[in-house]
């Protein structure tokens, strides 16, 4: 493993930053397989176990008036983005103090006020969504950047490439990440891309592009960052491919048997947490320092859980609730 | 009370709104440089410039999306498509983004947006231009629909479309374009949900909206000629819906039916049957009937055409034959 280790204190303490970040939703998301097993969650729980480095550069590449959209895969980044635990869980227990008032689930986190523009479950139907943020940051006048996550599957629909072209012409601040995980489902992407480098396509819209590794934090901030600062200035979106794994089946009822095991452990030796804990090592914090870390981060999901697991149901009243906006 | 067009009753609804909200913004296929494929937005974009008339690629889906994205962030977005036969390429972000996604995030994201574009049938234009879609959107919560069939309506309706904060499905007559028709000078509204009793009748009930109201009227003038006196309520808007506009009628006339351009299957009017026969059965002298379009795609001959639409004729007949 080739390393970079943080050169001085401030990079140290950025890079701890990140791993707790990383390691929060690595944990919390398997308290979410466990509760999922045991049927505290229902409906698909897709797993980002893996690809968190993905979802925590980027987001650490952007200010709070920034903005965010996400797939159903969207635990991750909405922890990246510095979302409590604990409505987080609350809304994949299905309960009202969840952060949709558990009208979204798993799939459909929403936080309007961390301008978390909410997990979308139509592959590929949010990359449009998310030119239209941007859209409207350009008419406000705003500077603010938006960002969008997807996988190399939704880059085969034609709502990508509407979003994208439009989005080039009109130079708008959004930044196209792919985590390119290497599977839609059970497809391979082989078979599923007839040019197998998702960020070449930015070619066609006359966009800039990137293609990196993600399972470098710091390394997916620093891309992230120039994409961002870039469309900050005015100068339209970027597409972005980041190399990643998902460690998990698609979702949690997938066994992934369309992969091999040895496939797998290869990647496995990758895993962007374990990573960034050796070079934590590498830059001088003791083991024990980042042992307690993990176990204050276990004891914040354990409450996360226990506020999930008592929190009421949605009042039975809120079934007709929100259909339609309330009146001015 | 100036006379104007169908389109220019549009036209002018969408121009003060925008003048006096600056989060307004009309999106669209030639709606600007070419001044509207229908000439709905003809003047605009010298009025409010490129960044608030804006001309898109055909990318339906796309330019859908952008509308309800920016919606999220506090624009309000008047999205139109050229007519409502390419919006079935943007359905996805009708359906699946913009109708719900103030539910799915527990109230956090009205949607304060309007899809609208030209509707209906005729012209000869054949299967894939000549449809009217308002029964398919209706059939999802989430989503306002709105079909005006006069001037006046129109102007009303869409200014209360425009600045209501859901999505609103705004479907125009395209063969009532270059209709005319009475509009009062003075700015108005008309909520939506409310229908309107178009011509006063003792009976039967019959129940339209949009381009049909035409073949009601036509109908209702014939029969006046036999001694039959038609009430007609145009319901203007289908949701919300003005229920009890239906049942009043329905009680006083004791029999009803609805004229509609849609197909009959699953159409709007199967909706207005069972909630007659649910909620007015008592007052009931005969089954409710539909006159609708044909089941068949439109043809492009022009006497398959004039066969598969509803018209006067069909009307007249199916009501006759509900009085013997
Ligand atoms: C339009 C559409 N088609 C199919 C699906 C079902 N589906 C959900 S996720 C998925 C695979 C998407 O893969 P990718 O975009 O690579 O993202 P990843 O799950 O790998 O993060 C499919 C086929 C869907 N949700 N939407």
């Not at chain 2, 139109?80 to 913009?98: H, P």
């Not at chain 2, 527990?106 to 949607?111: A, L, S, V």
């Not at chain 2, 609708?292 to 007949?317: F, H, I, K």
């Amino acid at each position: 493993m080739v390393s970079s280790i943080p050169k001085d204190s401030q990079s140290v303490s950025e890079l701890k930053e990140f791993y707790r970040q990383m390691v929060l939703i690595r944990k919390f998301e398997e308290a979410a397989a466990k509760a999922y097993s045991v049927g505290k969650i229902g409906g698909f729980l897709h797993l980002y176990i893996g690809q968190e480095a993905v979802g925590v550069g980027s987001i650490a590449a952007l200010t709070p008036k920034d903005y965010i959209v996400s797939t159903y895969r969207d635990h991750g980044h909405a922890l990246a983005r510095g979302l409590n635990p604990k409505p987080l869980m609350a809304e994949l227990f299905g309960k009202g103090t969840g952060i949709s008032k558990g009208n979204g689930g798993s799939m459909h986190f929403f936080d309007r006020n961390a301008h978390f523009m909410g997990g979308h479950g139509i592959v590929g139907g949010h990359i449009s969504l998310a030119a239209g943020i941007a859209f409207a940051s350009k008419f406000k006048k705003e500077d603010s950047v938006t960002i969008c996550f997807f996988g190399e599957g939704a880059a085969n629909i034609g709502s990508f490439h509407e979003g994208l072209n439009l989005a080039a012409i009109w130079k708008l601040p959004v930044v196209f990440i792919c985590e390119n995980n290497h599977y839609a489902m059970g497809t391979p992407e082989y078979r599923a891309l007839a040019v197998k480098d998702v960020s070449v396509r930015a070619y066609a819209y006359d966009m800039a592009r990137d293609h990196i590794e993600g399972d470098e934090v710091r390394k997916v901030r620093d891309h992230v960052q120039v994409a961002v600062e870039r469309a900050r200035r005015g100068e339209g979106p970027t597409l972005i491919e980041v190399s990643t794994y998902r460690f998990r089946g698609h979702s949690m009822s997938d066994p992934a048997k369309y992969r091999t095991k040895e496939e797998l452990e290869a990647y496995k030796k990758k895993d962007p947490l374990m990573r960034a804990r050796h070079e934590l090592e590498l830059g001088g914090i003791k083991t024990e320092e980042l042992d307690k870390m993990d176990l204050e981060i276990q004891t914040q999901i354990e409450e996360a859980y226990e506020y999930a697991e008592t929190s009421p149901e949605p009042p039975l009243s809120q079934l007709h609730k929100h259909v339609y906006a309330e009146d001015k | 009370m100036a006379i104007l067009t169908y389109r220019e009753a549009l036209n002018r609804a969408m121009v003060e709104e925008m003048e006096k909200d600056p989060s307004i913004y009309l999106m669209g296929e030639e709606v600007g440089h070419y001044q509207g494929a229908y000439k709905v937005s003809q003047g605009m974009l010298d009025k409010f410039g490129e960044e608030r008339v804006i001309d898109t690629p055909i990318s339906e889906n796309g330019f859908a999306g952008i509308g309800v994205g920016s919606a999220m962030v506090g624009l309000r977005p008047i999205i139109e498509f050229m007519t409502w036969n390419f919006s079935l390429v943007a359905i996805d972000q009708i359906i699946n983004s913009a109708a719900k996604m103030n539910y799915m995030s527990g109230g956090q994201f009205p949607m304060p947006i309007v899809f609208r574009g030209a509707g209906g049938a005729g012209g000869r234009l054949g299967a894939q231009h000549s449809q009217a879609f308002e029964s398919w959107y209706a059939h999802c919560p989430g989503l306002k629909v709105v079909c005006p069939a006069t001037p006046k309506d129109a102007y009303g309706l869409l200014k209360s479309s425009i600045r209501d904060n859901n999505p609103t499905i705004f479907i125009e007559s395209e063969v009532l374009y270059g209709s005319k028709g009475e509009v009062p000078e003075q700015e108005y509204t008309i909520p939506l949900g409310l229908g309107e009793i178009k011509r006063k009748g003792t009976d039967i009930t019959l129940i339209t909206w949009s381009r049909a109201l035409g073949f009601a009227e036509e109908a209702a003038s014939i029969l006046e000629k036999e001694g039959i006196s038609v009430e007609i309520v145009d319901l203007r808007s289908l949701r919300p819906l003005d229920e009890n506009l239906i049942y009043e009628s329905v009680k006083k006339t004791n029999r009803a039916v609805v004229v509609e351009e849609g197909w009959p299957v699953a159409g709007f009017g199967a909706q207005i049957a069972y909630l007659i026969q649910k909620n007015a059965f008592a007052y009931l002298d005969h089954p409710v009937e539909r006159v609708t379009q044909m089941d068949v795609p439109m043809s492009y001959a022009a006497n398959l055409e004039r066969m598969s639409l509803p018209n006067a004729t069909r009307v007249a007949d199916t009501i006759r034959e509900m009085l013997q």
